[in-house]
């Protein structure tokens, strides 16, 4: 899938303009479906749409497992396997409608979701019915995970070197997901932050890590309420962000025993809740 297109821009120097050719980041709408329902409409960078899916199913309480999902396919050729029978293999065609097939019918509306809802790049709440459907009532953490401090100050420079597309286009946004030596063992690109989280967190399901208990997520962006919340469905302890963070988004990691830490920048980091998880050993 296109991720960057090429386009003639002028670019000015002071007082001299110049004829260039410039990489923007694609921005395509993906309808999800499930089980032929129309769910939702996101704005987003094409590519591990798969994933995207099943990260935005789980991370939205819909699904509570890999097993919940029977198999996920573009809509034009819905029973469609490749060769190596994988059910989750994209295919070449209809490319911006996934149809999602759960092994158990959900309801949708019952779940608190308004269907064929659009939402933006950076949306991470649109779709919700109500604003007591937007904080899931889910278990706080309890794990005994610790980290040293410079494990956390490679982190940022880990996650830049991985972003092939942010490097072209300086237009996305990225996750990570790092494991407990510090080793990037996920990363996706997307221009919605909220997205990119999703990509990470479907791939891990889809590949049975999760519960993610003794792994970290790591975010370009700012620290948002919906991010910490999707760091909590898929229980990971430790999030770290480029950015600042929300008052709502530390009220959270405060309640569900998440540490989170913004502004990482070289050696330097603000840690907003539980800050006992960084050692010094």
């Given at each position: 899938?296109?991720?960057?297109?090429?386009?003639?821009?002028?670019?000015?120097?002071?007082?001299?303009?110049?004829?260039?050719?410039?990489?923007?980041?694609?921005?395509?709408?993906?309808?999800?479906?499930?089980?032929?329902?129309s769910l939702i409409v996101v704005?987003?960078?094409?590519?591990?749409?798969?994933?995207?899916?099943?990260?935005?199913?789980?991370?939205?309480?819909?699904?509570?497992?890999?097993?919940?999902?029977?198999?996920?396919?573009?809509?034009?050729?819905?029973?469609?396997?490749?060769?190596?029978?994988?059910?989750?293999?994209?295919?070449?065609?209809?490319?911006?409608?996934?149809?999602?097939?759960l092994k158990d019918k959900i309801?949708?509306?019952?779940?608190?979701?308004?269907?064929?809802?659009?939402?933006?790049?950076?949306?991470?709440?649109?779709?919700?019915?109500?604003?007591?459907?937007?904080?899931?009532?889910?278990?706080?953490?309890?794990?005994?995970?610790?980290?040293?401090?410079?494990?956390?100050?490679?982190?940022?420079?880990?996650?830049?070197?991985?972003?092939?597309?942010?490097?072209?286009?300086?237009?996305?946004?990225?996750?990570?997901?790092?494991?407990?030596?510090?080793?990037?063992?996920?990363?996706?690109?997307?221009?919605?932050?909220?997205?990119?989280?999703?990509?990470?967190?479907?791939?891990?399901?889809?590949?049975?890590?999760?519960?993610?208990?003794?792994?970290?997520?790591?975010?370009?962006?700012?620290?948002?309420?919906?991010?910490?919340?999707?760091?909590?469905?898929?229980?990971?302890?430790?999030?770290?962000?480029?950015?600042?963070?929300?008052?709502?988004?530390?009220?959270?990691?405060?309640?569900?025993?998440?540490?989170?830490?913004?502004?990482?920048?070289?050696?330097?980091?603000?840690?907003?809740?539980?800050?006992e998880r960084i050692c010094f050993?």
């Amino acid at each position: 899938m296109q991720q960057t297109n090429t386009k003639q821009v002028v670019r000015w120097n002071q007082s001299e303009p110049s004829y260039i050719e410039d990489d923007l980041v694609v921005e395509e709408p993906l309808e999800i479906r499930v089980g032929q329902q129309s769910l939702i409409v996101v704005m987003r960078t094409p590519g591990h749409d798969f994933e995207l899916a099943a990260g935005f199913l789980f991370t939205e309480n819909l699904i509570k497992s890999e097993n919940d999902i029977e198999i996920i396919a573009y809509c034009k050729d819905e029973n469609t396997q490749n060769k190596d029978n994988n059910q989750y293999a994209e295919i070449d065609s209809f490319q911006n409608i996934i149809n999602v097939h759960l092994k158990d019918k959900i309801v949708l509306e019952e779940a608190g979701w308004q269907r064929n809802f659009h939402a933006n790049a950076s949306c991470g709440l649109c779709g919700k019915m109500t604003i007591d459907s937007v904080k899931h009532q889910i278990e706080s953490l309890d794990v005994e995970f610790r980290l040293n401090h410079k494990v956390c100050y490679q982190l940022n420079s880990q996650l830049l070197a991985a972003q092939s597309v942010f490097e072209k286009t300086g237009g996305l946004h990225a996750a990570g997901l790092f494991n407990a030596k510090g080793e990037l063992l996920i990363v996706r690109e997307d221009i919605g932050r909220h997205n990119a989280v999703d990509k990470v967190i479907g791939q891990a399901l889809l590949s049975e890590m999760i519960p993610l208990d003794n792994h970290i997520l790591m975010v370009s962006g700012r620290a948002s309420f919906e991010i910490v919340q999707k760091a909590l469905f898929a229980r990971i302890p430790i999030v770290v962000a480029v950015s600042a963070a929300s008052t709502l988004a530390v009220e959270l990691a405060i309640e569900g025993h998440i540490t989170l830490i913004g502004f990482m920048r070289e050696n330097r980091m603000v840690v907003y809740s539980h800050p006992e998880r960084i050692c010094f050993e």
